[in-house]
């Protein structure tokens, strides 16, 4: 089945400093699948924060960037200046091309950014 | 804007009891899907619907069955708890690329 494989656990970073979340994916019924980076805040649902359907492309929101690696079958998540507020957990995701039949998460990556 | 509501927030539930969860949208979108999430996992999804009475299974889908009696309401039943059991189910809609997530609600089997 399809597998999402990311930074694993728990990433300290001080506040102004950059920050990478890796992500490579697999997908076995489609070469260019969806892909995700979804957001926890603290007390907080599940929310979207980046998108990017087609390969080559790069998501932005919030200072966050991911680019779509069709050769590295990747999706890194990075900032380059976090604050506080970043502190959050991170899931990188992905949906086939019929996104109707739900999302394959990763494990999830805790941020803690400190002043 | 809409939102997903989710109920009960925390479900305390006895070994072999079969148990509720429910959910509710009022975005108006055709899909609605169930995730559970354990302790420092990712989110499996367990079942999912496309529309009002169609219910699609999802990788975790055994030990489980869904309802979706109306558009707006995707119900989830455990059908036998298992002992020492502790999830978080969440309830998501879409209708598009973009599923919105519901607060969750927290099991513990006793």
């Known amino acids: 089945g399809d597998s999402v494989t990311q930074t694993e656990g728990q990433v300290t970073v001080s506040e102004s400093k950059s920050l990478i979340i890796n992500c490579t994916y697999s997908a076995t019924s489609i070469a260019y699948p969806n892909l995700f980076w979804y957001v926890r805040y603290p007390g907080e649902g599940l929310q979207l924060l980046l998108k990017?359907?087609?390969?080559?492309q790069k998501g932005s929101s919030r200072g966050f960037e991911a680019t779509y690696n069709k050769e590295t079958t990747s999706f890194h998540l990075q900032k380059a200046s976090v604050q506080e507020s970043d502190s959050a957990v991170y899931y990188c995701a992905l949906s086939e091309d019929n996104y109707a039949q739900g999302l394959t998460f990763g494990l999830g990556t805790r941020v803690s950014v400190f002043p | 804007g809409g939102i997903i509501t989710q109920t009960p927030k925390f479900l305390i539930g006895q070994e072999g009891q079969k148990l509720t969860l429910k959910c509710q949208q009022n975005?108006?979108?055709?899909?609605m899907y169930w995730y559970r999430q354990d302790s420092g996992k990712g989110l499996r999804l367990i079942y999912y619907s496309i529309t009002e009475n169609d219910l699609q299974k999802g990788d975790l889908s055994e030990g489980y069955d869904a309802s979706r009696e109306k558009k707006s309401s995707f119900s989830l039943t455990v059908t036998s708890a298992q002992k020492n059991e502790m999830a978080v189910f969440l309830c998501a809609s879409s209708t598009g690329f973009e599923q919105y997530f519901g607060p969750g609600t927290r099991l513990t089997v006793l």
């Open positions: 990017v359907i087609t390969a080559g």
């Open positions: 975005f108006n979108h055709d899909t």
